[in-house]
């Protein structure tokens, strides 16, 4: 089965899994404010200025940097000398200079290196490969955090606002308690019950602004600037129809296994460059030299034919066989092998939390659509509960801790859906990332040029300029020390159900 590319944008949560969508229901709050801040631009910011990600970015092109230097190792080079030597004592008093100046070059080209080269580049491209997917690995991974940051604000939000709710409508109902009680319709303990689930309700209230404010703190952590007004999660469309497919794309695409293998690939090259180093090495030599006595040559070494300066110039070829090394080429080929082992049960233990991980997130994934569907069912019944209880209280029989009691359960069943939702949003979302589809070329996110790691790798691939440097390197990642500190303040009016008085004079509704 073949997951077509993720499109962001869509209005309300659906998630598709096996041919069926699950449609989140508007938030609680009535006549919200128009969104201004999508999930989709929210990953677009990330993307572009998350400092994880533009750390890792700089350490693939680092990684980069391995191939020329392996390169170089094949390359002719050259180096240029020069000294000065002054005799500051001669018991022969001899008829040569007694000092020499000295200016010379010399090049060497690498012929034969028993594959050493060869090899150790080989390996480095190997481990560009594997940094690639490690890259795409780390955008799954930010990508993973800004779907939970987004969702996180959107469902704390929804549960100050039923929390706020529920302290109104239990402030309207201490307010009418207390009225019958002046009447003596109702008892003192009547409003003893309702002022301890007031105090509790704001209790409540107080947590549920902690931790928005948290998630909304988070959110700057993660994206970089403050939430705005945030527009329910798009569709998440094309999710596996059952848990094989599912295992199947992972093992197939998912980039961490990727990064596995290739370190693998890289490491039988790393062995083959150790075994180098007992074969012979052959390079080819030339050399230049001028020297000039500096005026120094005596008298008797002019008569000997000893000239003030001269150039001399040598060409050879250099065969060099390692007999004995103490062991140490021996040590570094046993050692290459010991990481090939390693590096191969590091695929195997990789794949095996790749599996693990996939399962795992499918399972998560649909057990939590069925909790939407168990938590849905449970609002409505509470709704319908709620509602009953007023009208039977208002004929007078029904109890005040009979509506307190309908009241907190109509409450919980509420943040129990919205934390539903929010836990199945950012399981599907996982099921993707394991599965190797939520990077950024899979999201198919539109803001600006993706970023391509083989730009860099072509620039430097070739280079053999000693004196190349890349412009000083400055911050990508936004700063958030300028952002403001986070409140808890929600807009949106109260859901009329819970705008009204809980209990009345005893009269029916109208």
């Not at 969104?35 to 980069?64: F, I, K, S, W």
Request: net charge negative.
């Amino acid at each position: 089965m073949r997951l077509l590319p993720m499109f962001l944008g869509a209005s309300l949560i659906a998630i598709a899994t096996q041919g069926a969508a699950q449609t989140a229901p508007a938030t609680t709050a009535q006549d919200a404010p128009a969104p201004d801040t999508t999930l989709r631009q929210a990953m677009v910011q990330a993307y572009n200025t998350n400092p994880d990600l533009a750390g890792e970015r700089a350490n693939l092109r680092a990684t980069d940097e391995n191939v020329p230097i392996a390169r170089s190792q094949g390359l002719p080079s050259a180096n240029s000398t020069a000294g000065f030597n002054q005799n500051v004592y001669d018991t022969d008093q001899g008829i040569g200079p007694t000092r020499q100046g000295t200016v010379g070059a010399n090049v060497s080209v690498p012929i034969y290196t028993g594959g050493a080269v060869r090899n150790s580049v080989r390996a480095a491209e190997r481990r560009v490969e594997g940094g690639r997917a490690t890259l795409r690995a780390t955008e799954a991974d930010v990508f993973t955090q800004v779907v939970s940051a987004y969702v996180d604000v959107i469902r704390d939000e929804a549960i100050v606002r039923l929390n706020q709710q529920n302290v109104h409508a239990l402030e309207v109902n201490l307010q009418a308690t207390r009225d019958r009680f002046e009447v003596g319709d109702l008892t003192r303990t009547d409003v003893a019950q309702s002022e301890a689930r007031l105090a509790l309700a704001r209790s409540q209230l107080s947590g549920a602004e902690a931790q928005l404010i948290g998630s909304r703190e988070n959110y700057i952590r993660v994206i970089g600037s403050p939430p705005g007004v945030l527009a329910q999660p798009p569709a998440l469309p094309n999710m596996p129809a059952d848990v094989g497919t599912a295992t199947d794309i992972a093992i197939e695409s998912n980039a961490n296994l990727e990064a596995a293998t290739k370190a693998r690939e890289a490491s039988r090259y790393d062995v083959s460059a150790a075994e180098a180093g007992r074969l012979p090495r052959v390079s080819v030599g030339v050399g230049s030299n001028y020297y000039n006595n500096l005026s120094s040559v005596s008298s008797a070494g002019t008569l000997a034919g000893i000239g003030n300066d001269g150039v001399s110039t040598t060409a050879g070829v250099n065969f060099t066989m390692p007999l004995f090394q103490g062991g140490r080429t021996g040590a570094q080929v046993r050692q290459a092998q010991a990481r090939e082992s390693a590096a191969i049960e590091g695929v195997t233990l990789t794949e095996r939390g790749v599996i693990a991980q996939t399962r795992s997130a499918f399972a998560s994934c649909q057990a939590s659509l069925k909790v939407i569907e168990s938590t849905k069912v449970a609002v409505e019944a509470n709704r319908l509960s709620l509602e009953g209880v007023r009208a039977e209280n208002s004929v007078g029989t029904r109890t005040i801790l009979d509506i307190l009691n309908a009241e907190q359960e109509f409450l919980n069943a509420q943040v129990q859906y919205v934390s539903a939702e929010r836990d199945s949003y950012v399981a599907c979302f996982s099921l993707l990332a394991a599965m190797g589809k939520a990077d950024a070329a899979h999201l198919g996110l539109d803001g600006g040029p993706l970023y391509d790691p083989t730009v860099n790798y072509d620039r430097v691939r070739k280079s053999m300029n000693d004196w190349a440097k890349d412009p000083e390197p400055t911050a990508v990642g936004t700063r958030t020390n300028q952002t403001p500190p986070q409140t808890p303040l929600v807009k949106g009016s109260l859901d009329p159900l819970l705008n009204r008085d809980e209990v009345d004079s005893g009269q029916p509704n109208p």
